[in-house]
């Protein structure tokens, strides 16, 4: 039953389809020009971690452009993380009983917005991070279960090498063998030597590939943007969170009232709140934070929940409560199909690409000198810029010898049919590379130059 709610909720929407997105067709290209033989982040310019990018691979060659085949992963790795949540909950007996509440509340939470429903990094980490728990909560002895440490480590790395800023999550691991290890100096070692064990392996074959630096600059050392930056209105971030985070708000009251329980369960509900803090410095310390930046507050949540949902309140508030977030999520969730979305006042504008693209280039190779990514949908990219911001590297240096000559060698492997100036850059690149950019001539559109 629990199953059957989560995609009776989920795949109406994702049949009918919901509009392309910006993020989402980035992520096609890098696994398009990934399934074409290029190198990640030598012939490639973006800072999608490995693991991620293996993934967009793996679903390019499968489903190659399909938004369908990527908003079904979603939704599938959405259902495998809160059965495997809800299972190491039951397991190690968190609770006083074991139910599926925990997995309840996440699977209708995640329902709550179409952002959920995107493939991104975030969401693919946070997989890995469910995976640790059971790993980091061992009541290690010395000499014994020293292996599962290992273990979770390596799984705490596995969910940074799909997306960096989860490394964070080091933390937690951190402070779990604090409260769980006997010998906290050796088992933090075995768990450090986990979480460097897979950037080892890359390390190594990025070494022999002669692509080390560009992985470092493009991804391991990426300053931290330690600002809020919202990718859409932070009102409407505000108003589709405003039910978990009333749910969050329930749940930690409830759980502050809680009779004296056995030293694993207490030790373990302080593993959660640094979950829950790890979880909101992610969140705030991302380049863009939008709706889909939340699904990593959604463990904490489902397992303080639990408190909420099985107090000794009486049974028709609880019942009224659950039904009010049912209700309230339905409704958000299908506010552009019900008509609603003028009296909620929300703008996806951000996220979505244009529903009919009117491009004067199609089934082309194209290079697009700017941020307006809705041209590729049509075309196909080539060059390794596909990220207009890590593009500056070369393109914001053109006074830099150094830039000219990439710029110069990269075009001169790959020459694409079009260029659209949307950066109105090619007066200098075409006086500074007059060999390359030079045998472009400009169209009737003033933006659009086509190859000689």
């Known amino acids: 039953m629990l199953i059957l709610l989560f995609l009776g909720i989920q795949l109406p929407l ?20 990934l399934a074409e033989g290029f190198s990640m982040y030598r012939d490639i310019h973006d800072n999608t971690a490995p693991i991620s990018a293996l993934v967009f691979w793996v679903l390019d060659v499968a489903a190659g452009r399909s938004f369908m085949a990527y908003r079904l992963t979603a939704v599938g790795l959405l259902l495998l993380q809160a059965l495997l949540l809800n299972s190491t909950l039951n397991r190690h007996n968190v609770y006083g009983t074991k139910n599926y509440l925990p997995a309840l509340l996440y699977l209708v939470l995640g329902s709550l917005s179409f952002e959920f429903n995107m493939l991104t990094p975030l969401l693919i980490g946070n997989t890995f991070l469910i995976l640790s728990l059971p790993y980091i909560i061992t009541l290690s002895r010395e000499g014994f279960d020293n292996n599962r440490l290992f273990v979770g480590g390596f799984m705490l790395g596995l969910a940074a090498m799909c997306y960096l800023p989860l490394a964070v999550f080091l933390l937690v691991g951190i402070f779990a063998v604090i409260f769980f290890a006997s010998n906290t100096f050796r088992s933090t070692m075995l768990m450090l030597c986990g979480f460097a064990f897979p950037y080892a392996v890359l390390m190594t074959f990025y070494l022999y590939t002669n692509t080390t630096q560009e992985f470092l600059e493009l991804h391991l050392l990426r300053p931290w943007q330690l600002q809020v930056a919202f990718l859409r209105p ?18 930690l009251l409830s759980s502050a009232s809680l009779p004296q329980r056995l030293v694993f369960q207490v ?8 979950w829950l803090v790890a979880s909101l410095l992610v969140i705030f310390t991302r380049d863009e934070i939008s709706v889909a930046t939340f699904v990593i507050v959604l463990p904490p949540i489902a397992y303080f929940g639990e408190f909420f949902f099985t107090s000794n309140r009486k049974g028709w508030i609880l019942n009224t409560v659950f039904l009010v977030m049912l209700a309230g999520v339905l409704v958000l969730r299908y506010r552009l199909v019900l008509g609603l979305n003028p009296y909620l006042m929300m703008d996806d504008s951000p996220l979505l690409l244009p529903e009919q693209v009117e491009v004067p280039v199609q089934n082309a190779t194209i290079l697009v000198l700017g941020n307006d990514i809705s041209y590729y949908m049509q075309n196909k990219p080539v060059t390794p ?20 000559f990439q710029l110069h060698e990269n075009f001169r492997h790959e020459m694409p049919q079009y260029l659209v100036d949307k950066a109105g850059m090619m007066p200098e690149l075409n006086y500074k590379l007059p060999d390359v950019f ?15």
């Open 267 to 274: 030790k373990f509900q302080q593993l959660m709140w640094v």
């Open 385 to 404: 810029y596909l990220n207009w911001q890590l593009a500056q590297r070369h393109f914001g240096r053109l006074n830099e010898y150094q830039a000219l």
């Open 14 to 33: 994702v049949l009918l389809g919901v509009r392309a997105t910006a993020p989402e067709l980035l992520h096609m290209l890098v696994g398009e020009r």
């Open 438 to 452: 030079g045998r472009y001539q400009q169209t009737d559109d003033p933006t659009v130059y086509k190859l000689k």
């Open 234 to 251: 932070p009102a409407d971030v505000a108003k589709l969170m405003i039910i978990p985070a009333a749910i969050l708000l329930l749940s």
